[in-house]
């Protein structure tokens, strides 16, 4: 199975800020099926991006995603108050059952 | 507008079999290229995908817990999931999900998610 490390485990930074988030996959993703969700307390996730850097239907620009292979990354350029919550990166492909990452909270 | 909604009981004691139903709208699981899922997250923990059925009645199962989940198309509208022997560990949020092969790479992904909910495992 295909497990994928989150870091950090929590960042904290202010309004207006760039947050870059990680996540490594322990084999190579070959069609890079990767994907991004956010999920605010209380709330169901809701997914940002897929194929590692496609952003998904209403998803605003300043989330981008990146990385192929076994190394991903989430930057969101400028923080807005309501992107304060957890991300959870998603392997989604291949024979190996879906799997999330343990999560990086993105705190104020 | 795609929108699911999980209901189910509240509290199940251990060994019971918990039964989840997923009510849908805004389409339908006889359209071709159409799944719905079933996800997990214990309280303050990761998500765990549980299991998966296509339009056309193939399932998966996530490996850990094949033995004691079950996904079945129910009405053109529903989806159930069943879990058996229920502990304490398996309290938490359930989540369906309504998947599509993403347009890039074709594997299917859980695009829009119900609200949850919250199933407390307790004698």
């Known amino acids: 199975d295909i497990v994928l490390t989150q870091s950090p485990g929590t960042l904290s930074l202010s309004p207006g800020q760039r947050a870059t988030l990680s996540c490594r996959a322990s084999?190579?993703?070959?069609?890079?099926?990767l994907a991004w969700y956010q999920q605010k307390p209380g709330q169901a996730p809701r997914l940002l991006i897929y194929?590692?850097?496609n952003r998904a239907t209403g998803i605003p620009d300043r989330f981008t995603g990146r990385g192929s292979g076994t190394d991903f990354t989430l930057t969101i350029s400028r923080l807005e108050p309501e992107d304060f919550a957890v991300y959870y990166c998603?392997?989604?492909?291949?024979?190996?059952?879906?799997?999330f990452g343990r999560g990086t909270r993105l705190d104020i | 507008q795609i929108t699911l909604r999980e209901s189910g009981p509240a509290l199940v004691k251990p060994t019971e079999t918990l039964t989840l139903t997923c009510t849908f709208s805004?389409?339908?699981?006889?359209?071709?290229?159409?799944?719905v899922g079933w996800f997990r997250q214990p309280p303050g923990k990761a998500l765990e995908w549980l299991a998966l059925?296509?339009?056309?009645?193939?399932k998966k199962y996530s490996p850990s817990l094949r033995t004691r989940v079950s996904i079945t198309k129910g009405s053109s509208n529903h989806v159930v999931l069943t879990m058996n022997n229920m502990n304490r560990v398996d309290t938490g949020t359930y989540y369906c999900?309504?998947?599509?092969?993403?347009?890039?790479?074709?594997?299917?992904?859980?695009?829009?998610w119900g609200q949850g909910a919250l199933v407390t495992v307790s004698s």
């Open positions: 084999q190579t993703l070959s069609s890079n099926y």
């Open positions: 194929g590692a850097s």
């Open positions: 999900a309504y998947f599509v092969p993403e347009p890039v790479s074709g594997y299917y992904l859980g695009d829009v």
């Open positions: 059925v296509y339009w056309d009645d193939d």
């Open positions: 998603h392997q989604y492909g291949g024979l190996s059952p879906y799997s």
């Open positions: 805004g389409f339908s699981l006889s359209y071709s290229g159409v799944a």
